[in-house]
């Protein structure tokens, strides 16, 4: 019974210790959140172990230039066949002797003699088994060294595919960021602002009761009351869907607690007008380009490998072979080496064929690279253009929500005075809510102008 009681106890703890586990928030700045995801987002984990592929791809295509040692074991039964030798001779069979013969000659000589003679005594063929072992090594192949370039270029991609990924993870997950900070910031605006609306409401109610204001007005802020619980609403789900995202980019699990250290201050703080000031842009710094230059000198070692494909191949070759059982009738030496020299002669214009392919794809990616370099270009310039815009947008936008929370604040003190009606309540506040989204938005698509500039300038 204690036993029970203990299992039941340890498994209440464990069960408790998890749902901790699992509730616990994850606190993150922007800053955080970014080293976050490098270390644990899926797809950058994929271009990671890409890497680690490549690396391995390189070995096995230097291994097969290395020396390569195989083995083996071979064991044959002739099931006692017994082999006859005759020469097709008739007769008695002749004497063969000299007097230097010894008794191993002797031996011999009579079984030349009855072969010559038309009859042999069987050699019966015993079993055989026998251990091999054989070194070989390719000497020469133009193919091969231009392989291991190619596989060198290869695993240089396959790194320069991991920065661009990390790039991508932290511009998405700086955009995540900052639309869920501003979307939360909107939903606190629209609380706040329906705070106010609700009192106001509540204050034109006792006025109607009162016989001081008129029903339409009661009847008018309900409406905009109404409009605004809507707009809460969508806010909340907003900011729900945004967090899922962020969650996905994060490589988190998908019920994790995830909350934002920083707020809108803190963001503002990040703009940074001198990002725009900086004409310095050169394109060989950009990862895009960089992995355009590989795939191109990739498409070159192409050409050198079907160019190479015309000549020899030469390897040679050492094999040692055990006999462990034989049978008396046995001629395979034990020793055996050499050399052996391929030489490419006629394919029909298959090399050709494979070697103009070879290099109309060079001609193809040194195209896409000059491309590349160009779109970057125009690419600068639109990504320049576009930030500017947004920072003149950005500073009229603030400015507006300024007035516009001035005017706001007038109007509420005239309406408790009974000097506007409830629609000019309801449209400063209507034109209240516009500049702050208004602010908003530009505030996001600022940032999000300077944080695609970063990108850029691999600064990010």
């Not at 380009?289 to 000549?311: F, G, H």
Request: net charge negative; charged share 20%.
């Amino acid at each position: 019974m204690k036993l029970i009681k203990t299992f039941v106890f340890s498994a209440m703890a464990l069960s408790c210790s998890m749902a901790w586990a699992q509730q616990e928030a994850h606190t993150l700045t922007l800053d955080q959140a970014c080293d976050y995801a490098l270390q644990h987002n899926k797809s950058l984990l994929n271009a990671r172990d890409q890497v680690t592929s490549s690396k391995y791809a390189f070995r096995e295509a230097r291994a097969q230039g290395l020396p390569q040692i195989d083995g083996g074991v071979d064991f044959m039964t002739y099931f006692n066949y017994e082999l006859n030798f005759s020469f097709g001779g008739g007769g008695e069979p002749p004497v063969i002797d000299h007097p230097d013969f010894d008794a191993g000659d002797r031996v011999l000589a009579g079984y030349l003699a009855a072969m010559m003679g038309g009859s042999s005594e069987p050699i019966v063929m015993d079993n055989q088994m026998s251990a091999s072992g054989q070194v070989s090594q390719l000497i020469f192949n133009g193919q091969y060294w231009i392989g291991l370039q190619t596989a060198k270029i290869a695993r240089r991609l396959a790194d320069q595919n991991v920065v661009m990924n990390e790039l991508d993870v932290k511009e998405s997950i700086t955009n995540s960021y900052i639309m869920t900070l501003i979307t939360e910031q909107n939903l606190k605006i629209i609380g706040e602002n329906l705070r106010n609306l609700n009192t106001m409401l509540e204050h034109t109610t006792n006025m109607y009761k009162a016989g001081v204001a008129e029903k339409t007005d009661v009847d008018q802020l309900k409406i905009t009351v109404s409009q605004l619980k809507n707009s809460q609403k969508s806010l909340e789900r907003a900011v729900q869907l945004n967090y899922n995202m962020l969650r996905f980019q994060l490589g988190v699990a998908p019920d994790a607690s995830i909350k934002l250290a920083d707020n809108i201050e803190q963001l503002m703080t990040r703009i940074n007008p001198q990002v725009a000031l900086d004409p310095a842009f050169n394109v060989a710094n950009n990862i895009n380009y960089q992995m355009m230059e590989s795939q191109t000198l990739i498409s070159k070692k192409q050409v050198d490998m079907r160019n190479w494909a015309y000549a020899p191949t030469i390897a040679g070759f050492y094999s040692y072979t055990k006999k462990i059982l034989t049978t008396g009738f046995d001629m395979t030496p034990n020793h055996l080496a050499g050399i052996t020299a391929t030489v490419p002669i006629f394919s029909s214009g298959m090399r050709k064929a494979q070697l103009d392919q070879a290099k109309i794809n060079l001609d193809m990616a040194q195209r896409n690279q000059e491309m590349v370099k160009e779109q970057l270009e125009i690419q600068k310039n639109q990504l320049l253009f576009n930030y500017e815009s947004a920072f003149e947008n950005y500073n009229t936008q603030k400015e507006n929500v300024e007035v516009a929370g001035r005017v706001l604040k007038s109007i509420q003190n005239k309406y408790r005075e009974g000097l506007v009606s409830s629609l000019d309540l309801t449209q400063a506040n209507t034109n209240y809510l516009t500049a702050e989204s208004n602010y908003m938005s530009a505030l996001m698509t600022l940032l999000q102008a300077q944080t695609a500039l970063e990108k850029l300038y691999n600064t990010i």
